[in-house]
């Protein structure tokens, strides 16, 4: 089933770097919200949009981005299934570490990455017409 991404209410913002007890409770619910919706391999590429603090490495210029409580890429909302399967203007991404990265991060673990993906991330250029990156 698709869901759009949403980010649960009863989520605090990190506003540091440190690790206090609080941080422990939303890290625990964060990774519940991501297991229940997103699935494990989603999960680690999805949390950091729902910390302040932990935002510095993602590409929110070319990537997805958070708008309030919504994930958006380009003017398109973002869908994730279960599987971490992405769903953007009703064309599907296969859920993989390198698409993953590619969508998300500045800086790519490029051993993720495979020629496969950087097909896809192409053919999701194409469709969004938003990518000079690669």
């Not at 869908?79 to 500045?106: C, M, Q, Y």
Request: charged fraction near 35%; proline fraction near 4%; charge should be negative.
């Amino acid at each position: 089933m698709r869901r759009p991404l949403h980010t649960p209410h009863s989520i605090k913002r990190d506003v540091d770097d440190d690790v206090s007890t609080d941080d422990q409770q939303i890290e625990r619910e964060v990774l519940d919200f991501g297991a229940m919706t997103v699935g494990a391999l989603a999960t680690p590429y999805v949390l950091p949009y729902l910390y302040e603090s932990k935002r510095r490495g993602l590409d929110t210029d070319y990537g997805i981005r958070r708008e309030g409580g919504v994930f958006m890429i380009g003017d398109s909302q973002v869908s994730v299934d279960r599987d971490g399967k992405i769903h953007i203007k009703n064309v599907d991404f296969p859920a993989t570490k390198g698409l993953w990265e590619l969508l998300t991060r500045k800086k790519l673990d490029t051993n993720s990455v495979t020629r496969d993906d950087l097909k896809q991330y192409d053919n999701f250029g194409d469709e969004q017409c938003a990518f000079g990156r690669l």
